[in-house]
Structures are given as structure tokens and as C-alpha cells.
């Protein structure tokens, strides 16, 4: 693994302008500034509660919606304003695993001209034939390559997040955007697809951003991960750090909320009042203040900087991290 | 007279969920969508009856030449020698023979079965030439206005209010004349064709609204799904993201609109030759017919009869084989 990262994103942000009738009468501030960086072969985890922006972030990273400003770096060129010539090369290494496999396949197509799709759009002749490529792939998934006549609507869930994955591997991409590509799957499927990627991961070198809301399934998964909140990230660093000495309060408050079968009672668990405040005006300072149960006046006043702590390891977004010894003993998995 | 066939359809739904239908057979190659609305269209009586019915129809409006061969009189030959002093034809029903099987004209004396298969040949013509382009013009305008969004979608959308504020039939009586004035001046002989033509032109320009409309909203629905995005992310261009990942989708309400705009324009061109603007005497047509017959209405009803039968058989025919298609894609549309 080299130090040099194949994505760098910095500062990058995504306003939504509100609109009444023609006038623009305010901004949803969806992403506000994320700076963070995935080598070859990682995987960065993505978490945080629903409308936190996540999945904007990840629909950016594939350029599927226009950054409002910051920047994507992807393999050392600029990709924030590629157009789209100049994101052809691109799209062949950066794809995108969607949540929703019902609405992801197109039903009229056969799983053969869905998985082809990316491979005849981008012209591109393997070895073989496509046919060839096509069902080669989907053993590669775990699927049985005789399908491939057959229509989405005969499949499962599992299976149809399946072919999803394999029309996203049919470019032999180095960067994949796992957009919560198990929480429509049920608790048994989403093992098999989780452990499905794990080892795609482990045989092509794949690089993941993996966005999910299962703190579970990040654990599981991911090398590092990043914690966002209302558009931000507030803390980011390796996955033993994270889990185990949590340095953000919101991190903190969200790992006391994994039901743990071992302890009986809300023995450690941090209950969180109110709610997210509205992405259309965030609250000054720090964004997590209005929960937080620390908030002192500095919290309102100014914004705490994602700031590396512990060496470098891990960096947290908080005038007063917290410092105390781990909340869990790491779980042998 | 609407000239807007698919109100109220385009509330059907986008995906014809294949799953809450007939369940799947679980053969080696799967049966694709289309495969099993033609299975569900094949089981509906109404569907297997109206359509052979109409089958029966075209194929009577296309072999015309070949039926006026067989049965060996021209739509134009007169036969005066079996008129009466009035111009009346001879014998019951208007003169209903072994040789004239519906009758003849009273004055011309021109046999009306052979004059009803060329009209049907007209009718029909005119009805899927005028419902193909206005589904063309319609498919294309909406799926651009309703993928692209922004100004292009407000100027579509200008135009199609514009469009639907014109009074049809009022530009109809206006244009036809005029136009026909304009090519072939007081007394020049107006040749079939280009009564034809100028039909369906009319019908084009008017027509393709409530298809534009019906596609937009179907784009609209569908521009959001994870497929769409999915064929973004591969990099395709916008002539396949249309017509290979959208269009495939909505071909359903696009069929089913097109299946009944086809006896609107039928009845349409009808109203149209029965208030004088549409078609000449030369070109056999039913609407024609029908207004030539009205003065007879009294002295010779069976000139009235056979037309009137026949655009019955054809519009009822078309709009009931519509109506089964609409159910055999969308089995969970209501109506």
C-alpha cells in the first residue's frame, strides 16, 4: 500500500438552492466541506445518520451530481469539472453499487445487457467476447452464468445486488462507491453480500468507499472510517480507533446506541435529545452543539477544525475530545 | 370531437410489475416482460376476438385491389342501368344483388361494397399514419423535455399548452380549404393524395400533445430510479440513456395510447370528410359516404346502413383491443 491516495477529496461541499417559484429563498447545505483522502486497495467507511449526506457525497464522488465547490482528486488528475469526455478513461476506473436493487437493474433489460451495458457503451472488446466477459462476471459474483438470458424481476434481492456488483466490476474499476449497498437486504443476505465484496476486494485490489448507516457493517468491513454529522465529518481515523477510543461525542453517542447482547440494561448508552437540526441553517460553531451534551460557549462561537490527534491516527472535529479509556473491548470477530 | 386519446391513461403505471401477474415459468431462459403481457393478452377473450377482428380489417383494407379483382367491379364504375327514373337503385335494400353485395349509390349508381373496402383502406391509412407520427413527435418531445428538465422542458411545455389552446376543429375548417386554395387554385382537380395528406398533416400537428405529456411524466417518474443513474455512472450518452434504458420501459402506456389513438383519428377523419373539409368524393372514405348518404335517409336507409356498421365494428374493434392491451401490460392499473 503506497502512501500516495488514489482519491483525494478536499473541502468538498454541496449546496441545494430552495426555491420558491423563482426566487432562491434559501440553501440545504446536503455537504459542507469533507476533506479526506482513500489509498489503493482501502476501504473508507462512510457513516452517520440518515440525511447526514453521505449519499450525496458518494453520487459526487462518481460525478453523478456537480460539487458546488472543493475538489476531487482521483489517480492525480482533477475530476471536480471534468466534462464528460474527459470522464470517459474515468468512469471505467470509479463506479458506484447503489442501496436500492429493485430500482437499480432496469427491468426490461436481461441480466446479460445490464451487466454488458458499461462494457458496450464504453466500447470496449474484451477477450472472448462479451458474452464471455459478462458470464465470467457473474460467476465472479456468485451467480450462475446460465442467467444470463433471464430478467431481474426473477431474481432476489441478494441476487439482484449481485449483478448490481457485477456490472460495477465489468469495467475493472480500482475505486468502488458502495452506496448502503446492504441496507435494503435482509440480515442473512447482507453477510453473503458483505463477505461477497471483502473478497472481490481482497482478489482485484479494489478500493471501497463504503457508506452505510450499520455501525455493524462498517466494523466488519471497512479499514478506516469516517463519522459525518450534519454535512461534516467530525471524525475520521483507523477502524480499532474509532470503535474503541472514540474521541467525538457524537461518535461516542453513536456507538453507545449498537445493541450489545452482552450487557443487560441501558447500562452505557448515551441518549441523544432533540433532533438534527435542518441542513438549511446549521447551527454556528460546532453543528453537533445543539446535542452535545459538553457544549460550552466556544462550541457556538467557533468552529472546531478536524484536527489529528494520537499521532496522526485519527482526527476529530471537537474543543473538547474526550479522552477517556476505551468504551468497548475489542469484540474477536 | 377529442383529439386527445389517452386522458386518463396516464395514470397507468410505469412498470407492468411482471410478478403480480402470471407467475414466472421457470424455464432455462427467462420470459421477458413483454413475453408475458403477450401470454396475459392471449388468455383475454376480448383481446383474441377484437384482434382478430381488426387483423380481419387490415388485411381487407390492404388486399383491396385484389378484392377488386376477385369480385370485378371498380369503386368507381357506375351503373346507371340499375338506378330508376329518381336515381334510386333498383330492388330491396338499396338494391342489395349477388352482384352488388351492399347495394349502390343512389344518382351515381357506384357498387358500395368495393366503395367500403377502399374506404376502409383510407380510414385506415389515414388513422396509423397520423397516430405513428403524432406518437413519434409525442415520444421524442416528451422523453427530451422530460429527461433534460429546465428550459428545454418549459418551451416543450409552451408549446403543448399552446398547441392544446388551439380550437382544432375551427383551424381545421380555417387551414384545409385554404391550403387546398393555395396549391391547386378555384378550379384545379384536387387530386386523392393530397387530401390525404393534408388530413393527416392536421391530424400531426394537433395530436401529439397528450402523447408528449403522457412520456414526460413517465421520464420524469423514471429519470430518478437507480438504473438511470447507474447507465450515468457507465458514461452513456443521451440517445441511449432515451431510447435503450428509458423507452423500453414506457413502452406499455406508449402502445396502449397509440392503440387507442388509432379509431380516435378514425373517427376523426370521418367527422372531418362528414363536414366537408376532409376528403373529396373521388377518395372513398366512411365519413364520405356517410354525408353523401344523409339525404337519403328516408328514401334509401341501407346507403346509411353499411357505413355506418362498418365504422362501428372498426372503432368498437379498436378501442376494445386497447382496453385489453392496457390490462395485459399493467395488470394492476385501474380503471
Known amino acids: 500500500m503506497t502512501d500516495e491516495p488514489l482519491l483525494r477529496v478536499r473541502g468538498l461541499t454541496k449546496h441545494f438552492p430552495v426555491r420558491q417559484g423563482l426566487r432562491a429563498t434559501g440553501l440545504v447545505r446536503a455537504v459542507d466541506g469533507l476533506d479526506f483522502d482513500v489509498r489503493p486497495g482501502e476501504t473508507l467507511g462512510l457513516v452517520g445518520e440518515s440525511g447526514c449526506g453521505k449519499t450525496t457525497t458518494g453520487r459526487m464522488l462518481v460525478r453523478l451530481l456537480e460539487p458546488t465547490s472543493g475538489s476531487i482528486e482521483f489517480d492525480g488528475r482533477d475530476i471536480t469539472h471534468a466534462g464528460r469526455r474527459e470522464l470517459r478513461p474515468l468512469r471505467q476506473e470509479l463506479q458506484i453499487i447503489f442501496q436500492d436493487p429493485y430500482a437499480s437493474l432496469n427491468p426490461r433489460h436481461t441480466v446479460g445487457r445490464i451487466v454488458a451495458m458499461p462494457l458496450q457503451v464504453n466500447g470496449i472488446k474484451p477477450p472472448g467476447g462479451i458474452k464471455a466477459r459478462v458470464q465470467e462476471l457473474l460467476e465472479l459474483v456468485g451467480l450462475n452464468p446460465e442467467h444470463y438470458n433471464r430478467y431481474p424481476h426473477e431474481f432476489s434481492g441478494g441476487q439482484r445486488q449481485r449483478i448490481g456488483i457485477a456490472r460495477a466490476l465489468a469495467l475493472r474499476p480500482k475505486l468502488i462507491v458502495a452506496d448502503e449497498p446492504v441496507s435494503a437486504l435482509d440480515v442473512s443476505i447482507q453477510a453473503q453480500v458483505v463477505n461477497l465484496l471483502r473478497n472481490l476486494q481482497r482478489e482485484l485490489g479494489l478500493a471501497f468507499v463504503f457508506i452505510a448507516h450499520d455501525l455493524a457493517v462498517i466494523r466488519h468491513f471497512s479499514q478506516r472510517v469516517a463519522v459525518m454529522y450534519l454535512g461534516r465529518i467530525v471524525e475520521i481515523g483507523d477502524r480499532a480507533d474509532i470503535y474503541e477510543r472514540p474521541q467525538h461525542p457524537y461518535t461516542r453517542a453513536l456507538l453507545s446506541a449498537i445493541p450489545d447482547v452482552t450487557q443487560l440494561g441501558p447500562a452505557g448508552r448515551i441518549r441523544l435529545t432533540g433532533d438534527v437540526p435542518t441542513p438549511l441553517d446549521p447551527p454556528s460553531g460546532c453543528r453537533f452543539r445543539t446535542r452535545c451534551w459538553k457544549a460550552q460557549d466556544i462550541c457556538a462561537a467557533e468552529e472546531p477544525a478536524l484536527v489529528p490527534r494520537d499521532g496522526g491516527r485519527q482526527s476529530t472535529a471537537c474543543h473538547f475530545p474526550e479522552v477517556a479509556a476505551p468504551i468497548f473491548e475489542e469484540v474477536p470477530s | ?335
Open chain 2, 1 to 335: 370531437m377529442s383529439l386527445s386519446p389517452v386522458e386518463g391513461l396516464a395514470l397507468a403505471e410505469i412498470e407492468s410489475d411482471p410478478d403480480a401477474g402470471t407467475p414466472a415459468a421457470k424455464g432455462v431462459v427467462g420470459r421477458s416482460p413483454g413475453q408475458l403481457a403477450w401470454l396475459r393478452l392471449r388468455r383475454d377473450r376480448t383481446a383474441v376476438v377484437s384482434g382478430v377482428l381488426l387483423v380481419f380489417f387490415m388485411v381487407l383494407g390492404l388486399a383491396a385491389p385484389l378484392i377488386e379483382m376477385a369480385y370485378g367491379i371498380g369503386p368507381r364504375e357506375q351503373f346507371q342501368n340499375l338506378l330508376d327514373g329518381f336515381g334510386m337503385p333498383l330492388g330491396y335494400a338499396g338494391g342489395v344483388t349477388g352482384d352488388h353485395w351492399f347495394g349502390l349509390e343512389p344518382n351515381l349508381g357506384r357498387d358500395i361494397f368495393i366503395r367500403l373496402i377502399y374506404g376502409l383502406r383510407t380510414s385506415l391509412f389515414i388513422a396509423f399514419a397520423a397516430a405513428l407520427i403524432t406518437a413519434t413527435i409525442g415520444v421524442v418531445l416528451g422523453a427530451l423535455a422530460g429527461y433534460l428538465g429546465g428550459w428545454l422542458d418549459a418551451v416543450i411545455n409552451w408549446i403543448t399548452d399552446l398547441t392544446l389552446a388551439m380550437p382544432f376543429l375551427i383551424i381545421a375548417l380555417a387551414l384545409t380549404p385554404t391550403v387546398t386554395l393555395r396549391f391547386y387554385g378555384e378550379r384545379g382537380q384536387v387530386s386523392s393524395a393530397f387530401g390525404v395528406g393534408v388530413l393527416i398533416a392536421v391530424f400531426a400537428v394537433f395530436g401529439w400533445t397528450s402523447t408528449a405529456r403522457l412520456v414526460r411524466g413517465q421520464v420524469i417518474a423514471l429519470r430518478e430510479r437507480e438504473f438511470v443513474e447507474a447507465a450515468r455512472a457507465s458514461g452513456v450518452g443521451l440517445g441511449h440513456m432515451l431510447f435503450r434504458q428509458l423507452l423500453p420501459n414506457i413502452w406499455a402506456p406508449i402502445l396502449v395510447s397509440f392503440s387507442l389513438a388509432v379509431p380516435q383519428f378514425i373517427t376523426s377523419e370521418a367527422a372531418l370528410s362528414f363536414i366537408g373539409v376532409g376528403l373529396s368524393d373521388e377518395t372513398p372514405s366512411f365519413g364520405r359516404m356517410i354525408y353523401d348518404s344523409l339525404d337519403f335517409l328516408q328514401t334509401d336507409p341501407a346507403y346509411v346502413f353499411f357505413p355506418g356498421i362498418m365504422i362501428f365494428a372498426l372503432v368498437f374493434a379498436f378501442n376494445l383491443f386497447g382496453d385489453a392491451l392496457r390490462d395485459a401490460l399493467d395488470p394492476k392499473s385501474s380503471r
